[in-house]
């Protein structure tokens, strides 16, 4: 399968930025899409935002003009550049490639906290 794997995450004052990024080797081979999802402490886990094989990208209104969703095919890796980053962000990020097998697994996620 192609397996995801996340990394970037860490702690960030309420307006800083963070890059994510995530890795799954054989993505662009396959045709896979990349969606990311968040969770919050006590909340259902969300999508908000895709990168698709086509290379057309999607976002949730939440995330909408702060967040920029992009891939470097050559390395297989979706990148999430985040800016002004809120409180409300504080979750964890996670990817998952989306199609036909062998795409359709998760990452593992990381941590972002937007914290003062």
């Known amino acids: 399968q192609v397996q995801p794997v996340e990394s970037g995450g860490g702690l960030v004052q309420p307006g800083g930025s963070l890059r994510l990024s995530c890795t799954a080797p054989?993505?662009?081979?396959?045709?896979?899409?990349m969606d990311w999802y968040r969770q919050a402490t006590g909340k259902q886990r969300e999508w908000f935002s895709s990168?698709?094989?086509?290379?057309?990208?999607s976002y949730a209104d939440s995330v909408k003009g702060r967040f920029t969703i992009y891939k470097d095919k050559a390395k297989d890796t979706v990148y999430l550049q985040m800016n002004s980053l809120k409180p409300e962000d504080t979750a964890m990020y996670s990817c998952?490639?989306?199609?036909?097998?062998?795409?359709?697994?998760w990452g593992q996620g990381t941590q972002v906290t937007v914290s003062s």
């Open positions: 998952k490639t989306e199609g036909f097998l062998p795409c359709g697994s």
């Open positions: 054989g993505s662009t081979s396959n045709k896979c899409g």
């Open positions: 990168f698709s094989p086509d290379g057309s990208t």
